[in-house]
């Protein structure tokens, strides 16, 4: 299953008519360039999960910073470091 299957595959399983209306999942892009992606844990399993912050700078562009803050992950990284973020996110989300 490619990141993209497992990343609507967690969303979906978290959707339960309530959920959704209020939290989620957020994708955008940043003027470093880069990516930002921000995931609510609010009402998961994952909101008392402990989360070890990770920061990898390898260069000006390939880069990635990842923690959960107020009850939300967050990861952020360069222009080609979407999958790692994601990666970053499912593996612990996925873990049990």
């Known amino acids: 299953m490619d990141i993209l ?6 969303y979906a399983s978290r959707c339960n008519g309530e959920w959704e209306h209020q939290y989620g999942i957020k994708l955008d892009n940043i003027d470093n360039p880069g990516w930002a992606l921000a995931v ?3 009402h998961t399993e994952l909101q ?10 390898r260069s000006e562009n390939d880069w990635i910073v990842c923690e ?7 990861g952020v990284g360069g222009p080609g470091n979407l999958t790692e973020i994601l990666t970053t996110f499912l593996s612990w989300a996925e873990t049990v």
């Open 48 to 57: 008392p999960r402990e989360f070890s912050k990770i920061e990898k700078h």
């Open 68 to 74: 959960v803050t107020d009850s939300r992950f967050h």
């Open 5 to 10: 299957e497992r990343l609507q595959k967690w």
């Open 40 to 42: 609510d844990l609010l």
